[in-house]
């Protein structure tokens, strides 16, 4: 049984694609912050003594790291777009001129 159409499917790999592209573009300190709270299922008091930092501070680097990866796949979503809305125009031109 299939449970996704393409274009879902599509959907997806396009948001896989963002997330890739904005994980990417962190600083190596906030992919550390993310992996260890999210992978390793580490308390922010835990991010903290294993960073050498404050529980305040590591609270901090968190809301950092979530806020910039979050701008970075909106970042990549425009660039998309924007490639994608000059391939349609390509397209158009080839077809009417």
Known sequence: MKLTTNDSTN???ERNR???AAWRELPARYRE???LHYWEKCSHEE???RLGVSLDA???LHRRAMRNLADGATRAQRAASKDQFRRLMNIEEELFH
Request: proline content about 0%; aromatic content about 6%.
């Open 33 to 35: 912050v993310i992996r």
């Open 58 to 60: 590591a609270k901090h």
């Open 18 to 20: 963002r997330f890739e």
């Open 47 to 49: 991010v903290g003594h």
């Open 11 to 13: 959907g997806t790999d």
